[in-house]
C-alpha cells in the first residue's frame, strides 16, 4: 500500500525551508548619533533582538537598528516595523539605548539587530530578553543580563580584574593566553580573577552559551 506520509512531509520541510529563506528580509534601518556629554554608563535595553557592541575613540555613540520581516505578510509587517521607535535618554548618569512601540513585536514577525558603536572606557549594561550578543573593544566594566541567547565577548587580559559567569542552560568558556576556563556546575558558572581594574559580569538565564576571550 503506498503511503503518503514521506512525500508530505518532505513537502512541508521543504515549504518551511523556503519560507524561512524569503523570511530574512530588511525592512527598515534607524541611526542616531549621541553625544555622552554627562553620561557615565551606556545602557541597552531591549526585549528582543541581536544586539553588536564596539568600543572606540571619542565620545560619541553610534547607533544603527535594523529591522527584518520574517513572514510572507511583508505589507502587514512593514507596517509594524514603521512603528517602532528608537528612544535614548539620559537618566541618572545612564545613556539608555532602548526601543518603543515593541508590543509583542517579535511574535508578529519582527526582529531587530542593534549594533552600537561607543567610548571603549565607558561601562557598559546590557539587558535584552533574547538575542545574541557580541562585544568587542571596551575597556571597562561590563554587566549583561540575558533571557536567552548566545554571548561571546573579545577583551583585553590585562585590564580585566574579574570574570563572572552564570549560565542557566548552556556552555560557558574562558579563554586565555594560557589555556581555556570551563564553567562547571549548576548553572555553569566562571569566576576569575585578574590583574587589571575592569570586571567582566554574564548572566545568562535560559538557554544559550557564553564565550569569552582575553588576549
Given at each position: 500500500m503506498w503511503k503518503p506520509y514521506p512525500t508530505?512531509?518532505?513537502l512541508c520541510a521543504s515549504l518551511a525551508l523556503a519560507d524561512g529563506l524569503a523570511a530574512q528580509v530588511e525592512v527598515r534601518t534607524l541611526q542616531q548619533d549621541l553625544v555622552l556629554d554627562n553620561a557615565t554608563q551606556v545602557h541597552i535595553d531591549l526585549s528582543f533582538g541581536n544586539v553588536t557592541v564596539e568600543g572606540i575613540d571619542g565620545g560619541t555613540a553610534h547607533v544603527e537598528l535594523t529591522l527584518e520581516c520574517s513572514r510572507t505578510d511583508m505589507e502587514a509587517c512593514k507596517r509594524r516595523a514603521n512603528r517602532v521607535q528608537l528612544a535614548p535618554r539620559v537618566r541618572r548618569g545612564d545613556l539608555q539605548i532602548?526601543?518603543?512601540r515593541t508590543p509583542?513585536?517579535?511574535l508578529r514577525g519582527i526582529?531587530?539587530?542593534l549594533h552600537v558603536r561607543m567610548p571603549r572606557q565607558i561601562p557598559?549594561?546590557?539587558d535584552v530578553g533574547s538575542g545574541s550578543?557580541?562585544?568587542n573593544g571596551l575597556q571597562s566594566h561590563v554587566n549583561i543580563?540575558?533571557?536567552g541567547g548566545d554571548v561571546d565577548l573579545l577583551g583585553v587580559r590585562d585590564q580585566t580584574a574579574l570574570v563572572n559567569v552564570d549560565v542557566g542552560f548552556g556552555n560557558a568558556d574562558l579563554w586565555l593566553g594560557d589555556g581555556r576556563v570551563q564553567g562547571s556546575g549548576w548553572p555553569r558558572s566562571i569566576d576569575w580573577r585578574g590583574s587589571?581594574?575592569?570586571e567582566i559580569n554574564v548572566d545568562v538565564v535560559g538557554q544559550g552559551d557564553v564565550s569569552i576571550r582575553l588576549e
Open positions: 508530505i512531509l518532505l532602548r526601543l518603543k509583542r513585536a517579535r526582529k531587530a539587530k557598559l549594561e546590557v550578543i557580541y562585544l543580563n540575558s533571557g587589571g581594574k575592569a
